[in-house]
């Protein structure tokens, strides 16, 4: 574990305790089939990303409150209940080495516990009786639905440019960021400016951590993230370095790059060619560029606030995010 | 056209006008493919038996405000929502006689729009600014989900209990037209004992409108109604006629029965027998005569409001609710 990693969880330890308490108090489907299948999402490993932006954000706020680890589970619920429809959307075999839910369960049930998620969510969120925050919340659900059609229609397409890209990862990821941390401001009745400069460092970070994620698709090893390699080259999924590669390719690269796309048996050769070539060209480079800039300026907002040790572990989880793929 | 309906159509032709106007202004996702969806489930001949029990309900408690229409189409979209869902979950081929939408666009799209039509519906009930109407409408969206769950696991079960039946169409049907007579009675800010006789009667309602509609499918011409007659049998959906039929079938009888539920190419002759079986033995009465205690029952709920031009309307409204499948 890095210096950095083994920090921000010696900040956040309590608070990730709390946070796995909640998410299984919270979670209280009458059938067993519901909890089961909600349980393969939820309980996998995952970062928490989301409920710990909406604890941090709070606290950073002033919030002395004992309801912000309770409500930060409505964020990764509704984050869970948009992974098992994207998933089935995108015929995911697997998701963090694991059979994706609707190989395990089939997609009936995929999408009948994704509501039941996304309206747990909402449940939670309207316990919180703030009209501002279940406006926020519900704008969200709107805009993540809208965008993951976008990005449906237009996968497998090369044309993609890197201004289409960015709105199909904010509507994907950014906004969800930036919701919790605009929540956390609300949770915690916090000036507007606090509110905007919040959101902003979210709307950041999350461009930054989905630009890391997409980059991890052609730079790990397999066996280190429990991720499902070229997957996102498989599904013809447009991501940036895969845009910058093209852009950078020669005639005869670029002929031998769209045979690739959306091919569901990609040769392993080709795969590491094309490695190879992304990495050479400068692709590579560049994206991981493009999410430095936004961690930079991500970290610009969170400058708005005083020094604090909860300041230094969200400055610390915005270096985190580069760090994954370094 | 019967002189029921005649008189309910003419009581609400008004208020049936303002609220497709509300769906089509409500109604603005940023991406032509979701409109065209959405706009398939949505503007299909339904008849509004939801958002129409909102409006009449809060004028029957009296509210005089303009919000009423706009609101009611959340009921709208989030029923749209859950038939999209539900339609893909069933398998069903045909919706009022034209192709389910997963048919047309595919899984990935039904399962997105479903998503965006949910989300749509708790923004718009967001912007009442009521907590109390946001909690009660995120409930019942968690109820259905899990209600849809539980129907599926016990698909094509021909042990389902009259009982056990109960509770599916309460889940399944029932709680959406209760919730629309409730928040009918909390946007008016109506006393506790009005909300509670609205909901009842809605409960009551939603029991009597779902049985009704399970009897159609083993008693409609299909060419009457534009629907898939026989689907629900096909489908292995065990419902009262069916579920009573068992019941009263002898040895070999019940054995003829079985071999339907469930098969996907039930032979005309067969169903034909069926139905006759059905008729004759007795059981299209019984589920008759359940859906007609329903009725007494909400019309009950309803006397403990004076009398006038609205509760007559809503008393015609469940007298046409039995009508249908005479």
């Known amino acids: 574990m890095s210096g950095l990693k083994a920090r921000i969880l010696g900040a956040v330890e309590a608070d990730l305790r709390a946070i796995e308490e909640a998410l299984v108090a ?21 970062k928490r990303m989301r409920p710990l932006l909406l604890v941090l954000g709070a606290r950073l706020c002033g919030y002395r409150g004992s309801y912000d680890t309770a409500f930060s589970t409505a964020l990764e619920y509704l984050h869970a209940a948009t992974l098992l429809h994207d ?7 697997t998701r963090r080495g694991k059979p994706a839910a609707h190989r ?21 969120t309207a316990a919180t009786g703030n009209p501002r925050i279940v406006a926020v919340l519900s704008r969200l659900t709107e805009e993540m639905s809208q965008g993951e059609v976008h990005q449906l229609q237009r996968k497998g397409d090369p044309g993609l440019s890197e201004e289409e890209y960015g709105e199909v ?25 606090s509110e905007e400069a919040l959101a902003a460092y979210g709307l950041a970070l999350g461009h930054a951590f989905q630009i890391a994620d997409d980059l991890l698709d052609y730079t790990a090893q397999a066996e280190r993230i429990g991720k499902d390699v070229g997957s996102d080259l498989r599904e013809g999924k447009m991501t940036l370095p895969l845009i910058r590669g093209l852009a950078l390719a ?4 670029r002929r031998r790059i ?22 050479q060209s400068g692709a590579i480079a560049y994206a991981r560029r493009a999410a430095e800039t936004w961690i930079a300026a991500a970290k610009g907002h969170l400058r708005r606030f005083p020094d604090s040790p909860t300041r230094r572990t969200l400055m610390d989880l915005a270096d985190y995010c580069l760090e ?3």
Chains 1, 2 share one sequence.
């Open 258 to 279: 769209l045979a690739l796309i959306g091919n569901p048996d990609v040769p392993a050769e080709d795969f590491a060619w094309l490695r190879g070539f992304l990495a």
């Open 26 to 46: 919270n979670l209280t489907p009458h059938l067993e089939l519901v909890r089961e299948v909600a349980g393969h999402i939820l309980f996998n490993g995952g």
């Open 250 to 253: 020669g005639a005869a690269e």
């Open 87 to 93: 998933d089935l959307v995108d015929g995911a075999e």
């Open 324 to 326: 994954r793929n370094l």
């Open 169 to 193: 990862i904010r509507r994907k990821t950014a906004v969800l960021f930036e919701t919790a941390c605009r929540v956390s401001a609300l949770l915690a009745e916090a000036p507007a400016s």
């Open 104 to 124: 395990l369960w089939g997609n009936a049930i995929a999408v009948l516990v994704g509501d039941f998620l996304l309206a747990r969510a909402l449940s939670l």
